[in-house]
């Protein structure tokens, strides 16, 4: 059985944006990357508690999850027991457990992936059913994308 995190999650003291072919880019790939990161634009915007770029850096604790043999993450806040959810699996991003009051883990609606994007150095969120990509609606952000439209991330480890 797959454990939930304790909360609050130890982060490093420092992170470095991956560059195409750095080794960790492909475990995140892979599904076996487990540890903190951060999501960039690219441009010093950080995707932040708010789930909304910023210049404030912030980081993310991937958690392995599992859904009737559905594998992906569980992209949990590193200070409390939140993470992503994609309503209905196309819906906007939110978190699961925004109350605080889930006593069980998360379920399907907050599994994703990430596959490389364009060269290698840049990644692209999708739910673990695999058609609806995480894209910018505005400010905020929604799971109804298609790879073309999907917001690319840098990835800082």
């Not at 673990?128 to 994308?145: A, E, K, M, P």
Request: aromatic content about 18%; proline content about 6%.
């Amino acid at each position: 059985m797959i454990q939930q995190p304790t909360f609050p999650i130890s982060v490093p003291a420092s992170f470095a944006r991956a560059a195409a072919g750095d080794p960790r880019l492909s475990q995140l790939v892979q599904g076996t990357y487990f540890r903190a990161a951060r999501l960039t634009d690219g441009a010093g915007q950080y995707l932040d508690y708010n789930l909304r770029f910023s210049s404030t850096p912030t980081s993310w604790s991937l958690q392995q999850g599992i859904y009737n043999q559905y594998p992906g993450y569980w992209i949990f806040r590193t200070d409390v027991n939140q993470c992503w959810q994609a309503q209905n699996t196309n819906g906007p991003l939110v978190y699961w457990n925004k109350d605080g009051l889930a006593h069980w883990p998360p379920q399907d609606w907050e599994l994703f992936r990430f596959e490389f994007a364009d060269t290698g150095q840049y990644v692209v969120a999708k739910n673990i059913y695999g058609t609806n990509y995480l894209r910018q609606q505005g400010i905020n952000f929604g799971c109804d994308g298609t790879y073309g439209n999907a917001v690319r991330f840098g990835v800082e480890f």
